[in-house]
């Protein structure tokens, strides 16, 4: 038998890499893939008129009140949200840990619709009220890992009053403290490309003025109009926004009823379930894979208030909105109500305990090439890992028991959920020997 020959010389393989060196560079450039830092699993949206420093702990408390009040037991909460018994028995402990210890993870002042129109003087103080009220809660107990502020939108009518008060508010801050690792700008109401290249402008300026590295303020996207999913020219609007703002967008926000009334929805079927809704969401999701930007998903007006009955049903209807949201990859969404905290947790961390033995089982089955019945691949074994670090930093999983069922720890787990680490094929060994960027 003769061995073959390669017909393919250097030069021509040469000449490949020089004509696709642009693509290469275009495709790192535009697709880096997740950074693998923390995702908070909901925005808190607070009129910003009604911020104080002690907010998120009475928060925290009102949540808890409303468990008492209306599920005193693990068995009344499991009938009270249809969760299974068995995970709400697991999860419960964790739950009134989290609502004691980081109540909102993500808080949100909000200057546009929770707040509305007020004469200009009066959005100016609370401007530079919230901002430092917002200070005082970062510095405070329960406080939350990532917050800022929903200004109003760059149409016409409130572009000028929106950036004023980000200016205020950002300056106010700043006299206070320095700006939070977490800090973001949530822009709403997004129309055009051209908005989103103007808000980037807005940061670079705020930057320079303020002494702040470039490239430090970042913002989000509220996905509130059909013009956002589909431009005049039939394109895909978000795609386009994404790229339009080289590097500062954070996150694509579904904005429930703004979008489903743009698109002739009947306000009783408006609903984050709702086919339109749907589309919308995929749409943003195809935009956004690969390009390191996060997605939420919106909120349900169902608030559960009033007696047992009328919170039980709003309990149920928000735990399987929000189960329903982490089955579609939409790992974030908005609460509205302190009452909601309790479900949002209970069925974020149901999610997670219920699927942890499966995916470590996977994940340890792919590092150690000891096979079973599911055949990963290396995308999968990203996914897989990218889920158990969610758990462990919503707090749903510890790290202990992932490094029983996994065999690697929390950096080896950081290290599997970038997109070079699975992409390089990393074995159970070099991944445990890899540090996460983010656990130092």
């Known amino acids: 038998m003769t061995t073959a020959v390669p017909r393919l010389g250097a030069d021509v393989l040469d000449d490949l890499d020089r004509r696709l060196a642009p693509a290469d560079a275009e495709l790192a450039a535009r697709y880096p893939g997740d950074s693998g830092a923390r995702q908070p699993v909901h925005t808190v949206y607070v009129p910003a008129d009604q911020m104080a420093a002690g907010l998120p702990a009475e928060w925290g408390a009102r949540a808890l009140a409303a468990l008492e009040e209306h599920a005193g037991s693990a068995a009344a909460l499991a009938g009270a949200t249809g969760v299974d018994q068995a995970l709400v028995d697991q999860v419960l402990p964790g739950v009134l840990a989290k609502l004691e210890r980081e109540p909102v993870e993500d808080l949100r002042l909000d200057f546009e619709d929770g707040y509305g129109p007020r004469p200009p003087a009066e959005e100016d103080a609370h401007a530079q009220g919230a901002a430092r009220a917002l200070a005082g809660a970062l510095a405070g107990a329960a406080a939350p890992p990532y917050a800022g502020l929903r200004i109003k939108c760059l149409e016409a009518a409130t572009r000028r009053r929106g950036l004023r008060t980000l200016d205020l508010f950002l300056s106010a801050l700043l006299e206070e403290a320095a700006l939070p690792d977490g800090f973001v700008v949530t822009l709403p109401k997004v129309t055009d490309v051209r908005q989103v290249e103007a808000m980037v402008m807005v940061c670079g300026r705020l930057e320079e003025a303020h002494g702040l590295p470039r490239g430090r303020l970042r913002f989000e996207i509220q996905v509130e109009t059909p013009q956002a999913i589909l431009g005049a020219d039939g394109t895909a609007t978000v795609a386009r926004m994404i ?57 349900t007006n169902v608030l559960p208030v009033g007696d047992s009955a009328a919170v039980h049903a709003a309990w149920r209807l928000h735990a399987r909105l929000v189960r329903r949201s982490l ?34 089982a996977r994940l340890r089955a792919y590092l150690e090439r000891t096979g079973g019945g599911v055949l990963d691949e290396p995308a999968t074994a990203q996914a897989l890992a990218g889920f158990v670090a969610r758990g462990l930093d919503c707090g749903a999983l510890t790290e202990a028991e992932v490094t029983d069922r996994t065999g690697l720890d929390r950096a080896a787990i950081g290290a599997w959920t970038r997109r070079s680490g699975a992409s390089q094929g990393l074995t159970a060994g070099a991944a445990r020997d890899t540090v996460h960027p983010h656990s130092e």
């Open 243 to 299: 790229q339009a703002a080289g590097g500062r967008c954070s996150g694509l926000h579904y904005g429930t009823y703004d979008y489903s009334a743009a698109c002739g929805i009947a306000a009783a079927y408006q609903s984050m379930e709702h086919p339109a809704a749907d589309h919308a969401k995929a749409v943003m999701q195809v935009a956004a894979a690969g390009t390191g930007v996060r997605l939420s998903d919106g909120s």
């Open 327 to 360: 089955e579609r990859g939409y790992w974030q969404g908005w609460d509205m109500h302190p009452a909601q905290l309790p479900t949002r947790y209970l069925a974020t961390y149901a999610f997670f305990r219920e699927g942890l033995p499966a995916a470590a």
